[in-house]
């Protein structure tokens, strides 16, 4: 039997998990692409085994809130795919036994968020006609995200991406990418070539160069902003007067 280590070394413990599924439906240009981030909330243990197994370490102060994002899926679907396809694909993935709810582990089921502009709309008609409950989130270039109904907001594109960006750049609780990611070195190079721009307008805009792609950048992003979402905001919140993202 291996003997428990007396060392004092950090480890992060779930207590509760969140799934959440981002779809960016594919376009003229761009192609369709799905992630899955894990956020689990959790404490950073700095005890060592032995006081970890006698639960020792939260009487001595030994443990911190801490939180773990993390992308343990990303794909994309090839231009052209047809849509029931795309949908087929989608709902496939939400019944996978990893993404249902598993009260031994505090998780609930995997939360699935699509952009639902332009062809969008019909992308999340057809998921919900076959059963799922797609959360629809019309990106737009303003700056406020309004609730328009149950499961439905106009949401700011630049509220989500700003959010993504200080995720991926966070100090402390940053978002981490599984090495076994098919698509991460992709991820890397859409966000090299990720352009915000001003409008005559004044607007900010953004997207990829001329050429590329932003489709995975879309799909995490929406991820990220249904997470940093308050799960219970206040009623008048809820009846579309926007909200503001929690602070870290």
Known sequence: MTELSEVREPKFLPRKIRLVMGVDPGQTRDPTAMCVIEYCEGVMDHGSDVE????????LGLQKKAERWRCI???R???????????????NLLSKPQLQADATKNQGACELVVDAGGVGRGTADMLEAAGLKPIRATLHGGRETNVKGPNKFNASKEEAIALLDARLNHNRFPLTFSKHLAHGEAFKQEVADFRRTVSGAGRMQYEAASGKHDDMISAVALAVWWLSRPQNPP????RGYGYRP???
């Open 52 to 59: 970890r197994h006698c639960n020792l370490t939260r009487g």
């Open 73 to 75: 899926f990303l794909d």
């Open 77 to 91: 679907i090839a231009l052209g795919t047809p849509y029931g396809d795309v949908v087929e694909r989608v709902a």
């Open 235 to 238: 009623m008048h919140q809820q």
């Open 246 to 248: 929690r602070k870290d």
